[in-house]
């Protein structure tokens, strides 16, 4: 059973917006910091957003910094990726990722530092 579940993400053009959306199935990751990453074609995973188990903190990557907003609702146990001013080179699938470790105070940026995992939703971005 996939233990985090991704939704939201299709096909936008430049400038466009998405929101996209995680949601555990099966546990809760309420005490556990949640994170975005994405994987384009023939590159590497990579860090795009991440936020602590009470979502008092965040932190982004500088390509998307004032553009991307990670947030959570406890009360829905969801984690968000509200994505605005969307580019091409945005184009990949989206990964959420929970953190192996609860109550952590500093982010890690690293995907290493997260145990659990979706299977990822496709954000297209055309010109």
């Known amino acids: 059973q996939v233990p985090l579940v991704e939704s939201g993400g299709g096909l936008v053009q430049v400038g466009g917006s998405l929101r996209l959306s995680c949601t555990p199935s099966?546990?809760?990751?309420?005490?556990?910091?949640m994170a975005w990453f994405r994987q384009a074609p023939g590159k590497e995973r990579e860090f795009v957003a991440a936020i602590t188990w009470r979502g008092t903190s965040t932190s982004y990557a500088d390509t998307v910094r004032g553009r991307f907003t990670i947030s959570r609702d406890s009360a829905k146990n969801t984690a968000y990726l509200q994505m605005n001013s969307l580019k091409p080179e945005d184009t990949a699938i989206y990964y959420c990722?929970?953190?192996?470790?609860?109550?952590?105070?500093?982010?890690?940026?690293?995907?290493?530092?997260?145990?659990?995992w979706g299977q990822g939703t496709q954000v297209t971005v055309s010109s």
């Open positions: 099966g546990r809760t990751f309420s005490n556990c910091a």
């Open positions: 990722a929970a953190d192996s470790l609860v109550y952590r105070v500093v982010l890690d940026l690293n995907p290493e530092a997260y145990a659990y």
